[in-house]
């Protein structure tokens, strides 16, 4: 086990409909990243957070948004949700930026949207 | 622009075979590239973290290879086993940007008995 965990594991949500994901990241890890993997593809960077504030955020529209709390737990939150949405969405834990650092995924929420 | 290519698509071999997936990537300034293994629905698991300096690096039955000249790493399985049946995938992180990681789309491997 990696220590990350994700919830939701699966949800249904239809068009237009507002969702949030959570990920609680393994102990000490200040650094969580969310990425989206649709069917058959490798993931995709929507962003980052470093101690509670946004470190980088991918080619993703606003209606994507996050937040890192004191604990450094994480919450994507996704609004007017599209069909296109429907994907695997994975949360990564890490320490600090330092290069080799390992990064534990968790096991993902899968979004469908319809 | 950075990416990571992954070869072949999907492979599919016997029970106790080897077999090396391939992995070309175009990230500049290089910072280190993972291999992931990645079972169907589930989360990518970390199999091995390579930096600039480093050519190869074991973990187990998996063996990787890294060339900065070329740009190019390897994945080798040893003995498969019917559990090494998922998804390989090449991840790269850029200096200043470690954490963004750049994935490939992954090789799917299924190992029949």
């Known amino acids: 086990e990696t220590g990350v965990t994700q919830s939701p594991t699966h949800l249904i949500k239809t068009r237009g409909q507002q969702v949030t994901l959570r990920c609680s990241s393994q102990?000490?890890?200040?650094?969580v990243s969310w990425y989206q993997q649709a069917l058959g593809q490798g993931p995709q960077f929507i962003f980052q957070?470093?101690?509670?504030?946004?470190?980088g955020r991918g080619n993703f529209p606003p209606r994507f948004s996050g937040l890192q709390f004191p604990n450094y737990s994480s919450e994507l939150n996704v609004n007017a949700l599209e069909l296109d949405d429907s994907a695997l969405y994975l949360c990564?834990?890490?320490?600090?930026?330092?290069?080799?650092?390992?990064?534990?995924f968790g096991e993902g929420s899968w979004l469908t949207v319809v | 622009k950075n990416q990571v290519e992954q070869s072949p698509q999907s492979l599919i071999i016997l029970e106790g075979k080897n077999c090396t997936l391939q992995?070309?990537?175009?990230?500049?300034?290089?910072?280190?590239l993972r291999w992931y293994k990645q079972d169907t629905g589930r989360g990518p698991v970390s199999l091995t973290i390579m930096t600039f300096s480093e050519n190869t690096k074991s973990n187990g039955r998996y063996t990787a290879t890294l060339d900065a000249d070329t740009k190019q790493s390897s994945l080798h399985i040893t003995a498969s086993q019917l559990s090494d049946s998922a998804s390989y995938i090449c991840v790269v992180s850029a200096f200043f940007n470690t954490d963004k990681l750049i994935f490939g789309t992954g090789t799917r491997l299924q190992v029949f008995p």
């Open positions: 990564a834990s890490s320490l600090s930026e330092s290069s080799g650092n390992t990064i534990y």
């Open positions: 102990s000490g890890h200040n650094t």
């Open positions: 957070y470093y101690r509670e504030e946004e470190n």
């Open positions: 992995c070309n990537y175009t990230v500049s300034p290089f910072s280190n």
